[in-house]
């Protein structure tokens, strides 16, 4: 499998270090031996070798990868990279923008008009798009797959759509942003908002600049996506009820302890609708034990009643395994 890789920050450097480190395991295992072939960066240019490019230069130092193999082209846009090479799979690890899903949502428009699957982590062509994107993919007998772009590695995605097959799913409710459910944790805890958001911001859980997180916007994305993938709706933000965890203070910690409820972030999303706002949850509901950084989801069947997934909602690796994962799930397809 030849893989062009856009993006190469911490997600798609979590990736390569997994192909590299488990390669013989992969190949053992399940056959699988894939070339990251291209990786385009947007600020430090782009990489491309037929042959594939060598994974410990990559990590190493990507602006100081050598000039080997004998092939190798710098410089070269994605468009091109797209167009011009035989690469089987386009994987798509850039910033996510969840206004336009540009410039990411046109490159994987390309890949599929050139027959090559798709795998995101970047949310911004799914929510943005998502019907779109399935139907380019149907026309071309190819594969979407965004297993990373809700709970990262965490097989929420898969859990809706494959392993509850034949259920009814009604609504979808869980905690899907990390760092906003640690600052609820610490808040709990007896540290004010502004004290819980530094301490988030030095464990580099919250970005210098956090509205996406402490405003549910982050989560408002991965619920519009949920609403796509499992009802076949499409919800704009300006559609959505969107509220943040900023205006909460210790008294209304305090009030949620005093009735044995636990405040969450909760995004929810039925076929009528989509939301994103903190709740008060009864400490015996599985929402309300999630704490630190982990994400949860929640959903209601017609079979099993509530069936509740808890895993780790970010990180280097743990992304990187949701992207590994359904480049796996396009090797067994054959």
């Known amino acids: 499998m030849k893989i062009i890789l856009i993006g ?8 390569v270090q997994i192909l590299r480190d488990k390669r013989a395991d992969l190949k053992a295992r399940y056959g699988f031996e ?4 291209a990786v385009v960066t947007g600020r430090r240019g782009s990489l491309y070798s037929p042959d594939g490019l060598n994974l410990d230069a990559l990590l190493s130092d990507f602006a100081a990868y050598p000039d080997q193999p004998a092939v190798l082209e710098r410089g070269w846009s994605a468009e091109r990279i797209i167009r011009e090479s035989h690469a089987d799979v386009l994987v798509e690890a850039s910033p996510s923008n969840l206004e336009t899903g540009q410039p990411a949502l046109n490159l994987c428009e390309l ?4 027959g090559k699957h798709v ?19 149907q026309k071309a007998k190819r594969q979407v797959l965004f297993e990373g772009t809700v709970m990262a590695g965490t097989p929420s995605i898969r859990l809706a759509m494959q392993a509850l097959q034949g259920c009814t799913i009604t ?13 609820l944790t610490q808040m709990e805890s007896g540290k004010p908002y502004a004290e819980a958001l530094a ?4 464990l580099g859980y919250a970005e210098a600049d956090p509205t996406a997180d402490v405003e549910g916007w982050d989560a408002a994305g991965k619920a519009r996506i949920l609403a796509q993938a499992l009802f076949g709706r499409k919800f ?9 965890i ?3 203070t210790p008294a209304d910690i305090d009030a949620a302890k005093a009735a044995g409820e636990r405040w969450k972030l909760i995004a929810q999303v039925t076929p009528q609708g989509a939301s994103v706002q903190p709740r008060r949850i009864p400490v015996s509901h599985p929402l309300a034990g999630v704490s630190g950084t982990t994400n949860a989801v929640t959903y209601t069947t017609d079979l099993l009643g509530d069936v509740t997934l808890i895993g780790a909602g970010a990180g280097k690796l743990q992304t990187g395994f949701a992207l590994l994962s359904d480049l796996l799930a396009i090797h067994q397809l054959g």
Request: no cysteine.
């Open 8 to 15: 190469f920050g911490t997600v798609g450097q979590g990736l």
């Open 34 to 37: 894939p070339q990251v072939v």
């Open 111 to 114: 890949a599929l008009q050139t």
């Open 119 to 137: 795998v995101l982590a970047n949310k911004g062509p799914v929510a943005v798009a998502y019907n779109d994107l399935i139907s380019f993919a």
């Open 171 to 183: 609504s979808a409710r869980g905690i899907l942003n990390g760092t906003t459910n640690y600052m």
């Open 199 to 202: 301490e988030a911001q030095a």
């Open 236 to 244: 704009l933000a300006l559609d959505m009820h969107v509220q943040g």
């Open 246 to 248: 900023s205006h909460l």
